[in-house]
């Protein structure tokens, strides 16, 4: 004769098997998202942002610089604009960016706050 399980027992035991229903769910999700930003990079990789021709890399002072075929856009990695710039006067175009992105990193005052 099979013994009936409690009430009680019964509810630890479907809370048990929501709770890995719940973890097996969350877990596929995060490989599916995963496995969908993998291939949403692997498309994207080398092409540009703006308009999705394919970049061209130049070497400049020994950093890697994307160029659109397209546009001719320009497009830097994290901390590229820095390596080109180092040793350089702050002239120019690059020079206004880098003292665009110092003000942005608060190295540089403000005119206004400084009176």
Do not use: N
């Not at 048990?16 to 490989?31: G, H, I, M």
């Not at 969908?36 to 394919?54: I, S, T, W, Y």
């Not at 002239?91 to 880098?98: I, N, V």
């Amino acid at each position: 004769m099979p013994v009936q399980p409690s009430e009680q027992e019964a509810a630890y035991f479907a809370r048990l098997e929501v709770e890995r229903r719940t973890q097996a769910l969350a877990a596929q999700e995060s490989r599916v998202a995963e496995e969908e930003r993998q291939r949403l990079l692997a498309v994207a990789r080398h092409h540009c942002p703006k308009c999705g021709a394919p970049l061209v890399t130049l070497h400049h002072r020994g950093v890697e610089i994307e160029q659109c075929s397209h546009c001719q856009g320009i497009w830097l990695d994290r901390g590229e604009l820095e390596q080109v710039l180092t040793g350089e006067p702050a002239q120019g175009f690059f020079g206004s960016l880098k003292r665009l992105w110092e003000y942005g990193e608060g190295k540089r005052p403000c005119q206004r706050e400084s009176r």
